[in-house]
């Protein structure tokens, strides 16, 4: 009995021959768009026997054949489909094809006007730059451009969720400004909703955090603004910590900017990127002769 891949490649074959029998002039006169959905089919099992093989990169191969196909006979929302299947099958082998794939059925979909689909897609091409191949910066442009698309359909709630990946990637990449853009924006959405609200206390804290990363006398304007837009920021243990660090920045005191970040740890775990920020924050100590 035929393996899968052997069945895949006989499928492949047997396209290939039945796109050339379509190219001659009689056939193109006498079922030769016939031949063609058959060639498709083909691949669309073809690459599904691949699958089943576990030989990703074929799969990913065999369903661009037949998306191109479909683009060429104006099939747009098959096309985008096979488009989207190939990157799927192309994310366990190829970041870089996985990417090309659904850049392409991204195009479609907006000439479409089905921009969420196009968001959605974008938020995985981020999420592949994220956790694969590790370009934060390619990933904050595709987590950006979902946003917008996101934003642009009313979905705020996706398009907020990605900018936040902004700007924790933002801050990360040291553009601080940016990231304090995009908390307090969000913040200042969150405060709207009765729902949310709460929520609107961690991306304070984070902005605040930012903004220590750059300038204290900022961070401390910055402070009394979020007080003012949320006045129950005042009474969290958030609000509590940030004034305690202020503190021992402006006495360089680094023994008990670390004591306070650790009993704030303690309580509620720090995760790696406000680590990250706190010990950027803590490095000041050390540089500066004087954060006055």
């Known amino acids: 009995m035929a ?8 499928l492949i074959a047997e396209a290939e021959k039945k796109l050339s029998a379509s190219k001659g002039f009689f056939s193109s006169l006498f079922g030769g768009s016939a031949k063609v959905e058959d060639a498709v089919e083909c691949y669309q099992r073809a690459a599904n026997l691949f699958k089943m093989a576990k030989k990703w990169t074929e799969a990913g191969s065999a ?20 488009y989207v299947d190939a990157a799927n099958a192309y994310k366990k082998a190829d970041i870089n094809e996985a990417v090309n794939c659904f850049l392409k059925a991204i195009e479609i979909y907006t ?22 191949a590790i370009d934060l910066e390619r990933a904050v442009q595709h987590y950006e451009q979902a946003a917008d698309y996101f ?16 700007a924790q990637y933002a801050a990360q990449l040291e553009n601080y400004q940016k990231a304090i853009q995009i908390y307090e924006q969000v913040a200042s959405s969150s405060l709207e909703s009765s729902l949310l609200k709460y929520s ?4 304070l804290f984070r902005a605040a955090l930012c903004h220590l990363c750059v300038d204290l006398l900022n961070a401390q304007h910055a402070l009394e ?3 003012q837009m949320y006045p ?14 202020m503190e021992h920045l402006e006495e360089q005191n680094v023994e008990s900017f670390t004591e306070a970040v650790k009993d704030y740890d303690s309580i509620s775990r720090l995760d790696q990127w406000y680590t990250t920020m706190l010990l950027r924050i803590k490095k000041q100590i ?5 954060l006055r």
């Open 232 to 245: 129950a920021f005042q009474d969290s243990r958030e609000y509590k910590l940030l004034q305690t660090l």
């Open 63 to 82: 369903f661009c054949e037949a998306a191109n196909l479909h683009a060429k006979a104006g099939s747009r929302h098959d096309a985008a489909s096979n």
């Open 286 to 290: 050390n540089e500066s002769p004087d």
């Open 111 to 132: 000439d479409m006007g089905r921009f969420t689909m196009a968001a959605k897609h974008h938020q995985t091409i981020a999420e592949l730059y994220e956790t694969d």
């Open 151 to 166: 934003r642009g359909e009313e979905s705020n709630s996706s398009a907020n969720k990605c900018l936040l990946k902004v």
């Open 3 to 10: 393996s899968n891949e052997q069945k895949a490649q006989q």
């Open 200 to 203: 609107a206390k961690e991306y």
């Open 225 to 227: 603004r979020y007080t």
